[in-house]
């Protein structure tokens, strides 16, 4: 026999809804709040206003006080009464906080009449006949007292009883200092309701227990719950707390699971950030529908949430580097998104499609994409596109030109809009190009801008991943000018704003280790580098790679060094996404290097040439100019000093403003010998020979210094070594004594231990 669900004789669970509201003594109290105090305010209205009492009277400031801190109340979850006193207490006015201690005082002597009397007194708030009533049914109190009305009448015997406990122990955690006064008239023996006396007069230590339980306990609605959610802003352990406190309550809150999610993701706890994303998305998928208005609205609210939650677990995905996997769920948000036709998910969908790569159908259909988000009014991903396409066209070989117009573009919208975060991003993004085309000079102004931005809202600065990396290339353009103090300064400042803990501490370290390992290998330390080797692998394994070789140099094991060399060569070709052009530029030189060490010269010529013609081809200019002084190097070992001389000469400006200490003192110290090898060679007088001299001495000079700033004493040596020879050549006696010295002393603190640094460009 089969029964229609609305059938009234049928009990079950589909017949007729629970009530999601329950009643705990912190409501019970709020509710006490509010009749009391209409209850003042109704006696003020009948004082004669001759004789007023002023423990009696409400001022304005005080309703106005009343007002603001029941509202604060309403929202908050569940507290001890011991925490509510230390918020109304010295706010509210002592008349209303005596009535309503004494209620619960009462309740807890005189078992539960009290508390039916007092519903019943509550009730008729809502009844009053006057049209100027303190609370109107239809009000925010009115709901919320009709609410609690209803959850009581619906509460059973046993549940009564269990609610008197609750407000017995409730009371006792609120006044501790009543317990140790036992013959104070506050604490009378209670009634039992049929229950044995033992087990309502428990001992010290289990009361004790029960009452630190309750006091624990943070019970939120679905309401205060919401609430939080759009108001929260607590640190990551305390955020986590209050969340379980919330889904303890609310475990079908969905968003609940949604902020958990963010929570842990700043916190890199990416598996916990998986559950709670896989959660959010079976509450939503199990929301149920009754056909009604509002459930059809919550229902396409709960749709589009369905779609950006897609676009998130893709986002989860790809820090994963599971490109598949985000792809999949890029998939599924493209097909929500194209039933709903919500442009504004496709287009973030599109977004995500470039970062993975599977969307290059040139910059024409990029630009019109563009063109999609100014009509949609997302400027956001407007600026987003074009960075995306800045960055590709500056991989792809375009003209720098073209490329910072893009930025430049970019930059005008966000101004626009005066959106920091993203004018930030947009300058760092730009720093990073004029750093990949040798600029570094334009690269050290962009981070500058981006740390002197005023991104003050709300009393709250910006301190995303631009921020960071700002940092960062300032750390790095004061390490690379011998100035390892400031770095060092600039690295402290970046561990305060960027923990250990946080996202974007990798950036630091990382930064941090490379200008040690430098440091190290400068200064011949060779011990310390491999350590250092060891950490800067854990952060950033691209650098690791072929800062690995290097090592293998000075110590001497070129057999190894060319084979991770050659194995990097190999790899740059094979994935060019992943090895940019400078990166490939990097593994040529070392290549050239490391055979000019060996001195087989001749066999590094294809590398150096290599290195050139793809510079050429990249608008790396920096790397084009350090490959040309290589092959002057050469030209110098193949007795060709004036073609040497010229080379150099044409790259002089452009290394002496871009490149660091070290690589300017290398090219002056090769531009001197290449000064003084081609005076000696050519038909020129003695008095020409002699001023070519006293000018490589001048140009020795200055390496000297820049040698001496990042600690490359080993390189310094050789600089005052040929300025003595060439002191002792122009017979100056007293000069070449002083480089002498100097040399000595810096021998017998920084010997020579291998041949190859020697013969090191």
Known sequence: MSYEVNDLFIFNSSTRQQSSERLTPHKLTIMALVYHYQQLCALQDKMDDTSPDPDRLLTEKEKRVFMVTLLNLLQ??????????????????????????????????DSVMPINDFFDNVSTLLTSSDKDAVIRR???????????????????????????????????????????????????????????EAALSMSQLEDNSAVESLSKQSLFSRKQAEYFIAHQALPPDQLQQKICDILAANPDLAEAYFLSYMNNLRLKEYCTALHNLYHYFDRKACAHSDGSNSNKKKAASDEVAMRYA????????????????????????????????????????????????????????????????????????????????????????????????????????????????MMSSGCIQRAAMWHYYGK????????QIVLNLNTKLKGVYYNGQAVCIAMCNLAQQHADLGDYTAAAEIFNQAKLRFPQNTSHAELWQSCQQRIQFDRAIYNRRLNEAEQILTNLQAVDELEAKIRKPILLREQGQVTDAFAILGQLLAECDKEKKTYFADFMCRVLLEIAQLYVATGNHSSAIPYITDCIAHAKKHYLQLYGALAIVCLAFIQLHMNLPEQATRLIESQLTRILTNATAYDKARVLYVYAKCKVAAAKTSNATLASVKTEMISALEVLSTATSLFKAVEAHIREKDAIYFQAVLYHDLNNTEDRNRCAHQFKTLDKLYPTLSSLSLNVV
Request: proline share 3%; net charge neutral; glycine share 4%.
């Open 76 to 109: 908050s979850p569940d507290m001890d009464l011991k925490t509510l006193r230390l918020q109304i207490d010295h706010v509210l006015k002592p008349a209303i906080l005596e009535a309503v201690y004494e209620l619960l005082q009462t309740i807890s002597e």
């Open 138 to 196: 239809e009000s925010i109190m009115g709901i919320y007292i009709r609410r609690m009305e209803l959850a009581y009448n619906e509460m059973s015997f046993s549940q009564i009883v269990d609610m008197f406990n609750k407000i017995r122990l409730y009371y006792r955690a609120g006044f501790p200092e009543r317990r140790e006064h036992s013959g104070h008239s506050s604490w009378r023996k209670p009634h039992t309701l049929g229950i044995s």
């Open 310 to 421: 897609a676009l998130n677990l893709a986002s989860l995905q790809f820090r994963f580097g599971n490109k598949d996997e985000c792809r999949a769920a890029l998939k599924e948000a493209i097909r929500l998104a194209q039933e709903s036709n919500d442009q504004v998910c496709l287009q973030h969908a599109l977004v995500w499609l470039n970062l993975l790569g599977d969307n290059h159908k040139g910059v024409s259909e990029l630009e019109r994409s563009i063109k999609k988000t100014i009509d949609l009014s997302l400027p956001n991903l407007t600026v987003l596109d074009l960075n995306w396409i800045s960055k590709d066209l500056g991989m792809a070989a375009e003209t720098p030109a073209r490329v910072i117009y893009y930025f430049t573009q970019s930059n005008l919208i966000n101004c626009m809009h005066s959106n920091y975060n």
């Open 440 to 447: 570094r000079e334009l690269c050290s102004l962009d981070s």
